[in-house]
C-alpha cells in the first residue's frame, strides 16, 4: 500500500472533520427533502480547497497526485448518505477530468476554475435513453454552424442534473456509421454545454430506490446553440477521452464504497457486541464472528487492491482493466456487505432511520453506475483478449 505521509493524514482529517462535521448531522434532512443545498455545500468545500486537489493550480486548483483526491474519496465514504458522495464525486471525478486533462486555458478558465471554487455545479452527460452500456449508441447529436455547435438530443439519469450549471456532454460530431465499426471512437466529442443557453430543459427529476439526496434527472437539448470553443480538446476524440475519465469515476466510487463497507462493518460489529440475546451478546457466537470477519477480511484486500491501482494511476500507467476489476469487486462486495450487516441488526436493519439501511438501498447503484458489473466484465475480457462482443458493443 502506498504511503501516507503527513500530507496525506492532515488531508485526511480536513475531509473527515468535514464529512463528520458539517455533512452528516444533516443528511437525513436532505434525504427527507430529496435534494442536496448542492451550491451552498459546493462553497464551502470549495473554500476548503476539497474541490481541485489533483487539479491544476493555475485554475484554483491544489495540484496534488490523484492519491490525495484518493484521500476525499474515502472520507466522503463515511458520508451516512452516498448520494452526497455522489454529487461530490461528480464534481470532482466524473465531470470535470477530461476538461482538467484537454481543455484550452480558456475553457478550463471559464468552466474549471468556478467548479473547483464550488460556484458552478458540473455534471456528466453520457447516458441515454438507447445508451447506457453501449455509449456507441448515444444519439445527440452537435452539428457545426458557423462559429457554433448545435446541439439537438436528451441525456438519461444524469447526477447533478436539476442543478447543474454546465454538463460535460458526449455527442455524435460526425455521422455515425454503425457498419464501420473502427471508425466509431472518432464520431463523438465531449462538448461543455452551460445549462443556461436558450433550447436546454430539465425533463424531470428522477424518483429512485435509493441516493435519495441526489438529484437524478432527464435533460433535452432542442437545438443548443454553443460555441465551438466549448470542445474539450480535439473533435472526434470524446471517446477516448471519456473512457480515461470513466478510469478516474471507477476509482473515486470504488474508494468511496471501500471505506463505506468499513464503516458499516464498525457499526455492526459494535451492534452485535453490545445487543445481547439468549444471555450473551450477540457476537459471542462463531457463526458471527466468522461471517464479519470474513468481510473485513475481504474488504481490506479490496482496498489494498484499491491503493495498488491508485499508485499505478499516479504513475501515468493505464489502469482501465484495474478500475474495472476494482469496481466489480466494489459493487459485488458492498452488496453481501450490506446485506449481512442489515441481517445482523433485525428489526433495527430494517428501519429507514439505520445508516445500514440506507448503504444497503444507496449502494446497489455500484453495480450499475459508471458501468455495470457486465460492462466490467466485458473490459476485463476485451484486456485478456477473449473474443469480442458483436460489433454494437465494440465500444464497451
Ligand atoms: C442514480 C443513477 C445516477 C446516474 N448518473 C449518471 C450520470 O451522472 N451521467 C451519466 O451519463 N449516466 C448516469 N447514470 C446512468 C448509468 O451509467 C447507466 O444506467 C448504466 O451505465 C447502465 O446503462 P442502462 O441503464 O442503459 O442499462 P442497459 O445498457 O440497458 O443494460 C441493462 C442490463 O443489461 C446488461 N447488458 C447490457 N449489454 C450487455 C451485454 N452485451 N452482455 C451482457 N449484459 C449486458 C447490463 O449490464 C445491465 O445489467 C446514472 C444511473 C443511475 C441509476
Redesign the pocket.
Known sequence: MMEMTPDHQALRELAETFVKETINPNVEQWERDRQLPTRALFKQMGELGLLGINKPPAFGGLGLDYSYQAVLAESMGLVTGAGVALAVG?QTD?ATPALARYGSDALREEFLRPAIAGEQIA?????EVG????VSAIRTWARRDGDDYVVSGS?M???NGCQADWICALVNTREVDRARPARMPLDKSLIIIPTDRPGFSVGRKLE?MG?HCSD?AQVFFDDVRVPCRFLIGSEGRGFPYQMKQFCDERLSISLSTIAAMHDTLSRTIAYVRDRSTFGGPILSNQAVQFRLSELVAEVDILRAYAWQTVENFVRGRDVGRESAVLKLGAGRLVRRVNDQCLQLWGGMGFMDENVVARRYRDQR?IS????????ML?IISNALGFDR?PAS?ESL
Do not use: N, P, R
Request: overall charge negative; hydrophobic content about 40%.
Open positions: 461528480v466524473m455534471a456528466l452527460g453520457v447516458s445508451g447506457g452500456s453501449d441525456k439519469w444524469m447526477t429512485k441516493m437524478t447503484l450499475i453506475g459508471g458501468g455495470t458489473d457486465e460492462v466485458q462482443m458493443s
